[in-house]
């Protein structure tokens, strides 16, 4: 009986019928994404056993897949709202756990033909809400401002409006675009125009020097500024799962925050958590 059980068992196996592999989903920030793939890319290299589902969509559709039940991680450029917190504690009887997997430089892209250098935090506000228009308002030509930014499903989206912009609206005359790197080819290809994403992303453009205030220096999104906390616009970039982690999902998510998923993050532009 025992041999014949084995048999049935290793013929289930043959033909697919008993899944050995292991599944672990992964939904959210575009501004992570590419990271994501590598993390996961070099991860199941080593563990042929897991297989690591990536895909983007902005931070609020991660969000949404995890409070769904539908993504065992969500990446998310931004924390999480009490309000989507509260939602999956009614779902799962938790609020779920934040995990810090990369530190990130918000990057304001110009142009490479725009003389304009630097930026205060309020002329990136005034320029982002529409007060002002006009590049030779804040030092530049004669020119009207192109403002391009991200949709608001887009965790840089909803950062750069809670941690620069103080909360107000985006202008209305914002072009918004589903991914950063589409931001970036509309910048690189416009001289008048602005836009906003990871430092990672930053190809073909300028940063503008970001200052505080107009009494202050201006600093670029480089490594060094961004660890010591001089560049103005620092952000954590997280991970989210619906509950403690345990077993494969918590082995993956203990390795990207390891030595070499860390080193993953160095390489993909971004600034390890430690």
């Not at 991660?62 to 993504?71: D, H, K, N, P, V």
Request: aromatic share 8%; glycine share 10%; hydrophobic share 35%.
């Amino acid at each position: 009986m025992k041999k014949l059980l084995a048999a049935v068992l290793l013929a289930a196996i043959s033909f697919g019928f008993v899944a050995s592999e292991t599944v672990i989903t992964v939904k959210g920030s575009d501004t992570m994404v590419n990271m994501a793939q590598v993390w996961a890319a070099r991860y199941m290299e080593k563990h042929p056993d897991v297989k690591i589902q990536v895909t983007g969509g902005g931070s609020g559709t991660g969000i949404s897949a995890l409070i769904s039940g539908s993504t065992d991680i969500c990446n998310a450029s931004r924390p999480m709202k009490a309000s989507e917190r509260e939602k999956l504690k009614m779902r799962f009887n938790s609020t779920g756990v934040e995990i810090k997997a990369a530190l990130d430089g918000l990057s304001i892209y110009l142009n490479k033909a725009n003389p304009v250098k630097e930026l205060t935090l309020e002329q990136i506000k005034q320029i982002y809400t529409g007060k002002v228009t006009n590049w030779k308002q804040v030092g530049g030509n004669d020119s009207k401002i192109i403002v391009y930014g991200r949709e608001n499903s887009s965790g840089t989206y909803t950062y750069l409006k809670d941690n620069v912009l103080s909360g107000e609206d985006y202008t209305s005359n914002m072009q918004s675009l589903p991914g950063t790197a589409a931001v970036v080819n509309a910048v690189a290809k416009d001289k008048n125009a602005i836009g906003y994403g990871g430092a990672a992303y930053a190809k073909d453009i300028k940063d503008a020097l970001v200052k505080k205030d107009n009494s202050s220096e201006g600093y670029a999104p480089t490594a060094d500024n961004i660890k010591s906390g001089k560049y103005p616009i620092t952000r954590y970039l997280y991970m989210y799962v619906k509950s403690r982690p345990a077993g494969a999902l918590k082995e993956y998510i203990d390795w990207i925050l390891g030595q070499e998923g860390q080193k993953i993050v160095s390489e993909s532009g971004y600034f390890p958590i430690k």
